[in-house]
C-alpha cells in the first residue's frame, strides 16, 4: 500500500508541483543511515506520515524518531516564517490501516488523510473516485508549503548536513506513552 501511495502521490508531485517525494528506500549495507535519513528529512518541506498498527514501534523507532524530528524542525521552520499560532503544519498524516492506533496527539492536533477504505483490488489510488482527490489535495498542500519555505531569508535547506535526527533516549518516553495509552472505544 506504501508503493502505490508513493507512486501516485509522486506523480502528481513532479507533474503538478514541481517537486520530487523522497522514500527512504535507498538505504544501502554500508550507509550511515542515521545522517542519511536526517539530511533527508531536513531537505523535506514536508513529511507524509504513511501510519501503519506498526508505526510507533519500542524496538524498531526510526519512525518515531523521525516523526518527532520532523516535529522540532517543524515549530523551527512555522517560527521562522512568523507564525505564531500556525494554521497549516508540515507533517502529513495518511492513515492506511488501524485507524484507532493513531495517537490521540496526532488525532487531536493534526487533520489526517483516512486511505483505511482503499484496497489494492481497487483501480490505481490516482484514478480511484475516492482518493484521486485527496492525493491532488496532499500533493497541492505540500506544494503550498513548499512555496512558503522557499520565501525564507535563509534557504530552509541550509546546513542539512550537519542535520541530525533526535536520538533514541529523547523519543523513548513519549513512545512508551503513546503505546501504553488505550486504544479509544469504537464510536
Known amino acids: 500500500m506504501v508503493d502505490i501511495l508513493e507512486k501516485s502521490l509522486r506523480g502528481k508531485l513532479e507533474i503538478e508541483v514541481g517537486v520530487d517525494l523522497y522514500r527512504d528506500t535507498g538505504i544501502e549495507g554500508g550507509d550511515l543511515y542515521n545522517q542519511h535519513l536526517a539530511t533527508a528529512l531536513c531537505e523535506s518541506a514536508c513529511m507524509v506520515l ?3 498498527a506498526g508505526y510507533f514501534d519500542l524496538e524498531h523507532n526510526y ?3 523521525e516523526y518527532k524530528t520532523m516535529e522540532d524542525l517543524e515549530a523551527h521552520r512555522l517560527n521562522a516564517l512568523g507564525l505564531s499560532t500556525p494554521t497549516h503544519g508540515l507533517i502529513i498524516p495518511i492513515i492506511l490501516g488501524a485507524r484507532r492506533k493513531l495517537p490521540p496527539e496526532i488525532k487531536s492536533k493534526r487533520q489526517f488523510h483516512d486511505f483505511t477504505g482503499f484496497r489494492l483490488s481497487d483501480p490505481e489510488l490516482e484514478r480511484h473516485p475516492s482518493y484521486a482527490s485527496k ?15 522557499s520565501k525564507l531569508p535563509e534557504s530552509f535547506q541550509d546546513n542539512c548536513v550537519d542535520f541530525k535526527l533526535l536520538p533514541e533516549a529523547t523519543i523513548l518516553d513519549w513512545l512508551k506513552n503513546v503505546k501504553s495509552s488505550p486504544a479509544p472505544l469504537p464510536r
Not at 492525493?135 to 519555505?149: F, K, N, Q, V
Open 50 to 52: 504513511a501510519f501503519t
Open 63 to 65: 519512525c518515531t524518531r
Open 135 to 149: 492525493i491532488a489535495e496532499i500533493a497541492e498542500y505540500i506544494g503550498e508549503r513548499y512555496d512558503e519555505l
